[in-house]
């Protein structure tokens, strides 16, 4: 089965050197051939449409201190982070979605992974996934407020799931883990991240 694995480091170098070449059409067609793509760190957060490129790790977001950039559309309208608790990352995610609304933000943490098959996923590994859901949002102060000034966001919705979870990212809700995944299992290595 043909596979790709893209590594960590710099997420916007990554889409701005494959996106738009012959490897990223190739890339695209291993996953829609049902092939394997697979990402740790910033090559988990290529895998959306809309990528964070830039952003503090802090739980109370300011407005202007997120850069977005398109990632390289494998999952359509999300957003992943990662090393997310470990880093302290819940307020940046917030402040994405907050800017994208009708995107679904996901918070991987170290050691854990999304395994996605047909609209949906399964948490795997040690640690939890946050899913950050702006959909049903009654008020944000994001159009404007002043970049310095503190997010105020209401009916904001958030689920923490951890391995074994699965969630439908067509309907944005918690599910029991689909068939098909249920030989799927965590295989993580010591110290990985």
């Known amino acids: ?36 793509i697979a990402g740790t760190s910033a090559g988990a957060s290529v895998m959306s449409d809309t990528m964070m ?27 992943i982070d990662q090393h997310f608790a470990e880093r302290g990352r819940i307020g940046r995610l917030i402040g994405a979605v907050s800017q994208n609304p009708r995107v679904l933000g996901i918070g991987i943490d170290e050691d854990t992974a999304i395994v996605v098959k047909g609209g949906m996923f399964k948490v795997i590994g040690s ?18 407020a002043e970049a310095d000034a503190a997010l105020s966001i209401h009916d904001l919705k958030v689920h923490v799931l951890s391995s074994g979870n699965g969630f439908d990212l067509a309907n944005r809700r ?20």
């Open 1 to 36: 089965m043909p596979s790709v694995f893209f590594s960590g480091g710099d997420q916007l170098r990554i889409t701005s050197q494959i996106g738009d070449t012959p490897i990223d059409v190739r890339v695209h067609e291993i996953y829609e051939g049902g092939g394997i």
């Open 53 to 79: 490129v830039k952003g503090p790790n802090a739980a109370s977001f300011r407005i202007g201190h997120i850069r977005m950039a398109p990632g390289l559309g494998l999952l359509p309208n999300v957003i």
């Open 127 to 144: 640690g939890a996934v946050y899913l950050v859901d702006a959909a049903g949002v009654t008020h944000s102060n994001i159009a404007e």
């Open 174 to 193: 918690p599910v029991g883990v689909p068939e098909e995944f249920a030989t799927v299992r965590a295989k993580s290595a010591a110290g990985s991240a």
